[in-house]
């Protein structure tokens, strides 16, 4: 008997009970869809973190300035100004740092014309773009000419250009920050929401000299709330750690046994531990929906045995006529494979058409890959081999002349 007759036998007797074969297919439907789902779900958050630990830059250090304590309560990090811009260009002159800027966040009213917009605003160096590995979408970064000279430009996110300029080109314009002009010569690359759920695009990055000069002042001149510091590699994370730690204590005359009035964190650590927490998940919620594959599963089997307890006169009329064991096996075997790959196709389309749907509706991330639609697939393969086996091989060994005399 070829497989083409027996794939045709196989069709006929899932004809012949329409109803018991759509309930049987239902189970792997509602499994591989399941399975489709949670894998987008699960792939679409790690896609997201993935995109946000990008748009931080690649191997960095944020060192932020100490903590105050003040009857008896501890402030957090930041609190007190304990760094400068020399201390950034210090640690960027380290041996295994390759560049490292000050950083000082404000807030400010802008305006250009009838538009107002208030946002946050950052003095920073003229290298803070090459750290951050963000590049321009127009025009360009201010110089250190610029900073030295406290120069009032500034460049601009895309949230920033869209409500205070709407569809004019930004680059050249001249707005208003805190009532002063501000020439705008750059804008930057869309870069959409970080970790925190933040959006990075609504920024204004302005000289740091500026804004500590004529934007944010302050009693402490020269100081800044952090420093971004981006090592030469990944390999010497550890050791730039190290370097960073010993000279600020250097520059800031601690001695042996005092705090350090500093914190240095490992951004790019951070970020790895919430890539495979991401990745933790989607591999769980993909965990968690091929147990309805299972469930799915045994359904076939409870029906295929059925159908074996059914069929056992036709079996033995089979083997009577010169059919082989091997033959009524895979007859069978082919019929819970055909079940569940095409309970498995309707499932993808199912969950396709689901993870979309449920993307839009829950405004969350979801991504469809080839590979979890090949995992699902082939998952509802498996487990249409796997519980047919069992029904198959019990049609196999039935014996003709019992199957004959079975009523």
Partial sequence: MNLSAIIAEAWRAMGQNRLRTGLTMLGMIIGVGAVVVMLAVGQGATTTVNESI????SNI???LSGASTSGGLRMGSGSVPTLTTDDASALGKLD?????????????????????????????GANYLTVREWPLAAGQNFSETEVRGATRVAVIGKTVATNLFGEEDPVGKTMRIKGSPY????????RGQSLDGRDQDDTVLVPVTTAQRKLFGGQFPGTVRYILVQGKSAESMADAEEEINQTLRLRHRLTEGQENDFTARNLSAIAQTAAATAQAMSLMLGAIASISLLVGGIGIMNIMLVSVTERTREIGI???VGAHRRDILLQFLVEALMICVMGGLIGVVLGISLAYGLAQAWEIAAEVTLNSILLSFAFSAAVGVFFGFYPARRAANLRPVEALRYE
């Avoid at 705008?184 to 869309?190: D, H, K």
């Fill in 96 to 124: 295994n740092v390759k560049e490292a800027t000050p950083v000082l966040p404000g807030t400010a009213q802008l305006s250009y014309g009838p538009n107002n917009w208030s946002t946050g605003i950052s003095g920073v």
């Fill in 54 to 57: 990008k748009s931080m830059g």
């Fill in 183 to 190: 020439q705008v010569i750059g804008l930057l690359s869309t």
């Fill in 318 to 320: 089979r083997m009577a």
């Fill in 61 to 63: 250090f944020i060192v």
